[in-house]
């Protein structure tokens, strides 16, 4: 009888590697071995994993099934395995919380005010330290264990976390000082309409970014979306001439040689800040804390308007 964990392991390497011996390379077998297992292994299950040709490996509709599967498992054993390493930094801190770049600007003196005093060398840090990451990182890294709470960008769906709305804004446009929009008080979204507009990676906020792309195609608008990693990058092109930048409103406290920011007047099209972390460590000291930056944030009322 073969590991099953093992086993996973295997058939997600090779459909990664699509080829049999690039996966015994990697998985340090030798590939007539690797072979053998993988064949034994569709003789007991009575299917084809594998479509084998001269040129390369490709997964069958039941091997795709089956790495889908393998993935979310493997996924889990991995968040199993941190959990079990990090439980003693979850109990007794430093407590760390992360945070999106997107994440409303009000919010980060309240954080930086939270943080850790300063320590001897050596020692553990006090009170609470703060890491940035985009929200699928922090999702998983709260998930792991490697987190105890972070602000990321909505929606944020996982049944494993305690999902908590404590603010939200809505955009601002920057552009170049000579853009004939600069004239306007305010813009709409129909102004993007086949304007350059940079803006945040369909990678780093995946549920986010596809709502906006359907918010705005069904106003029948059409910008031409050019992905920037950084405000600050997407700032520049602005400033160049060569765009729009789309931001989150806080983001017009920045000031920057030869632009202008103006409110997207939208109500329906915001950034969404949300706090979470794992629903099973809501329990003791660290359901306090978080408890407790929830009302401080809330506090703030930061909606948009």
Known sequence: MQNPLEVNILIVIIAQEGSFIRASKKL??????????????????????????????????AGRLFVQESSLSLSHAERAWDLARFQAQIDSGPYRVGYSPYTHSAFLPLLNALSPVPHPPGDEPSGIVLETANTLELVERVLRGKLHAALGVGPIMDRDLWVQRVGQEGFSVCLPRNHRLTQKIALTVHDLDGQTVFWMPRSSQPRFYAGVMRYVSSLGVQPVFREVRSVAHALEFASHGAGLALLPRSSARISYSGTVFKSLADRYLGVETMLLMRRDQRYGK????????????????????
């Open 28 to 61: 340090g077998i030798a590939p007539a071995s690797l072979t053998r297992r993988v064949a034994r292994l569709e003789r007991n299950m009575g299917v084809k994993l594998f479509e084998r040709s001269t040129r390369a490996v490709e997964l069958t509709g």
């Open 286 to 305: 660290l359901k306090e804390i978080v408890d407790g930056l929830f009302a401080r944030l809330v506090a703030l009322k930061l909606e948009i308007n």
